[in-house]
DNA sequence: CAAAATTAATCAAACGATTGATTAAGCGTA
DNA sequence: TACGCTTAATCAATCGTTTGATTAATTTTG
């Protein structure tokens, strides 16, 4: 039937992200793809014509999914810019540290730059993102919110890059905590509010000018 | 002579830490990597072993000296643990951020935890470095320095990871940047003192108490 | 010192294993 | 039967590694 198609290559597709993500480009062999699907060799080539086709199919079937995820905050007048701010923390960290395989693809990727056209494209798609945080920091600035010597573009470095940090290498980082962050309920329960109450106090005390310092 | 036979292994590693950096563990076959180095393939395993023993010796001889380095700062009982951290941060980026590819092929290959034997090897090597820093936060908690309810491991997340975005995806900083961080002059007379002053104007405003905000 | 013995360094060639990809035959359903 | 799906078998290419032979350097010996 149509249908059980459709949810073979999707699972193909669930089953290839994680695997790319976890032993990179090269590293993931088609047979290993293949196999941990539980589906014949030559089946990713019926689908998908090669194994490139595969990664970019991988790619992307998550374009849609996040350009829209801060742009709807950006553009809320309703909110100051550190309240802005404050939601987008929130969201990337509900959203992006639970989720985290693709991002490390797409992290691992962009640092090889040795797929000029692939590498294009996923940088095309993270800079939306990026712009929609910087623009919302240099209205804080603008307004006389933050500092006026916030350095802006090292803010967002931080905010990605703790991020990707934390997501990427998982060994590191659950010995730095102490905690396995890959165990779910962990993440869930205490990593995840962590993150949030962390990053929200660190860009408040960098960029908010007379800030409560007690809480 | 005694001297061309370490000039050679060291020419070897150095086309060999260019090659990995370049193209990945994966993408860098010895046959590139001896073809590069101007030596027979069967060299590298003469020397080194094998490909990973390459790639540990490639990765050790990089670590070695900032890991004393970083021993110095924490045991010198004449600074406080801010001074130290201030010390770590001129240190970390006067060293990491010039010198990147290797960085970058670090962090690409700890992001893949398949490979066990290789990452463990890293993750051990690195961990002696993070837990030195956490171990000089620690101590400004413990001092009463720092506030109490900091939080050191992700503040090691801050500090690493915010380095990282900049290294590892330069093409998305210099986008953010509004210049190219490949280039040489811009890294070493604008980013890199101003990575500096950022990072300690960031961990202060978090971490210590009471400290001068005007400036 | 000089010849012999030993070790170190280098090379081309080939190894078995694995890579991404393709083939032709078999399968089930319409 | 005819067609879309699936399979095992197989392809050439490349992988990391090993081999045996050869040369260069060093040490031992007479």
Redesign the interface.
């Known amino acids: 039937m149509e249908k059980d198609k459709i949810d073979k290559k999707e699972h193909i597709l669930d089953v290839a992200e994680k695997v790319f993500a ?3 480009y ?2 993931a062999s088609t047979r290993t793809i293949s196999g941990e699907a539980g589906v014949n060799m030559a089946m990713l080539n019926y689908y998908f014509g090669s194994k490139e086709g595969l990664f970019l199919a991988v790619f992307e079937r998550k374009i849609n999914s996040f350009r829209t995820l801060l742009q709807n905050i950006s553009s809320d007048g309703s909110m100051n810019a550190w309240d802005k701010l404050d939601k987008c923390i929130d969201n990337y960290v509900e959203r992006i540290i639970a989720n985290n395989c693709f991002q ?1 693809l797409i ?2 990727e ?5 797929r000029g056209d692939l ?1 294009d494209k996923i ?1 095309e798609i ?2 939306v993102n ?1 712009y929609e945080v ?1 623009r919302i920091m240099e209205e804080g600035v603008n307004n006389g919110l933050f500092h006026a010597d916030a ?1 802006i ?6 905010l ?7 997501v ?6 659950s ?4 905690h396995d962050i890959r165990d779910e309920k962990f993440m869930e329960n205490e990593l995840k509010p ?2 949030k ?3 929200k ?2 860009l408040k ?2 960029l908010v000018k007379e800030h409560d310092n007690s809480k």
Chains 1, 2 share one sequence.
């Open positions: 976890d032993l990179g090269d590293g490390k992290n691992r962009v640092s090889m730059n040795k590498t940088i993270l800079m990026v910087k350095d573009p090292l803010v967002i470095a931080t990605f890059g703790t991020k990707n940090y934390i990427n290498m998982p060994q590191i980082s010995l730095v905590l102490g962590r993150v109450t962390y990053m106090r660190l005390a960098y």
